[in-house]
């Protein structure tokens, strides 16, 4: 006679494990079922509890390019401690966007001069559960941060520059190729163009249609040149420029923030904001729409 086939018996201390396995296939199955089902509340938290287990994806965000500019000409505000406080807050933003760029710039003392220190790609995070995911991201960010800032290192310790060709760089970075993402354009600057045509810390300032026509003339800022861009001068600051003697008053300040707006506004930027401060995308949900334009 034939022996009995013996059952396989799992030890008491993994039966648990099988169990909680079991739990969490069939979780998810029930959580596309209600979704099946229903609509509404029930299918959100459905679907939260499917992807707070690390068993099905949170959707991605669309990716983006951020375009991140330090202006550290003298007496600007982009320095080792702005600079870092506006890395943050735009890596927090492309976090759960993968696939999006962000490329740091330096502001050179002409537009040949300004030029890109850095660039990271944000990578999709792992599945896994809510806190691994977290962890991992996390560490992404860093990763990405100082990279970013080693290549800023050197720039931020060398000699200041005295010119900032503001409206030509931005003219500059705009032609850059951007494959096919929606951009944003992050400047850290005190937003004081200083060039041979303009002098924003200590001469008259031109009317909003001087100013406008000037750069025009050099095919800057051109109908349509920021077209699909969303634009943000930070850390916009209201101090004296030191050491030339010319007081800025509160009126000057806001009437260069004026001439900023009317011309970036004039080249089609889908946004501006200028602020005393870091960035703040508060008052946008919804990502600037993507262009096909630069050179490639």
């Known amino acids: 006679m034939f022996a009995r086939p013996r059952k396989t018996v799992l030890p008491k201390a993994r039966r648990p494990v099988l169990g909680a396995f079991?739990?969490?296939?069939?979780g998810y199955v029930a959580a596309l079922?209600?979704?099946?089902?229903?609509?509404?509340?029930?299918?959100?938290?459905?679907?939260?509890?499917?992807?707070?287990?690390?068993?099905?994806?949170?959707?991605?965000?669309?990716?983006?390019?951020v375009d991140l500019v330090c202006d550290a000409s003298q007496w600007s505000s982009c320095?080792?401690?702005?600079?870092?406080?506006?890395?943050?807050?735009?890596?927090?933003?492309?976090?759960?966007?993968?696939?999006?760029?962000?490329?740091?710039?330096?502001?050179?003392?002409?537009?040949?001069?300004?030029?890109?220190?850095?660039e990271q790609t944000i990578a999709p995070i792992p599945r896994g559960n809510e806190r691994a995911r977290k962890a991992k991201l996390a560490a992404i960010l860093s990763t990405a941060k100082e990279m970013l800032l080693a290549g800023a290192r050197e720039r931020?310790?060398?000699p200041p520059v005295r010119r900032s060709p503001l409206a030509e760089a931005i003219a500059k970075i705009a032609l850059a190729e951007s494959g096919g993402l929606p951009r944003r354009l992050i400047l850290v600057t005190d937003a004081r163009e200083v060039t041979?045509?303009?002098?924003?810390e200590c001469r008259l300032l031109p009317s909003d249609a001087q100013f406008l026509a000037a750069l025009r003339r050099r095919s800057i800022f051109l109908p349509g040149q920021?077209?699909?861009?969303?634009?943000?001068?930070?850390?916009?600051?209201?101090?004296?420029?030191?050491?030339?003697?010319?007081?800025?008053?509160?009126?000057?300040?806001?009437?260069v923030r004026a001439l900023w707006k009317s011309a970036l506004t004039a080249a089609n930027a889908s946004h501006v904001r200028i602020t005393s401060g870091p960035v703040d995308f508060a008052d946008t949900n919804e990502p600037p729409a993507p262009i096909d334009g630069g050179l490639k």
């Open 196 to 200: 041979s045509d303009n002098d924003f």
């Open 156 to 158: 931020l310790e060398a």
């Open 226 to 255: 920021l077209a699909g861009i969303d634009v943000s001068l930070t850390y916009v600051v209201t101090s004296p420029a030191a050491g030339r003697g010319c007081p800025i008053t509160l009126e000057r300040d806001m009437r």
């Open 22 to 26: 079991v739990s969490v296939r069939c």
């Open 79 to 118: 320095n080792a401690t702005t600079l870092p406080k506006t890395l943050d807050i735009a890596l927090q933003r492309l976090a759960d966007r993968p696939g999006s760029r962000i490329r740091l710039w330096f502001l050179g003392e002409t537009a040949a001069n300004t030029s890109i220190v850095g």
């Open 33 to 65: 079922m209600v979704c099946a089902l229903s609509i509404g509340s029930a299918c959100d938290r459905a679907t939260r509890t499917c992807e707070q287990v690390g068993v099905c994806d949170e959707p991605a965000k669309p990716a983006e390019l």
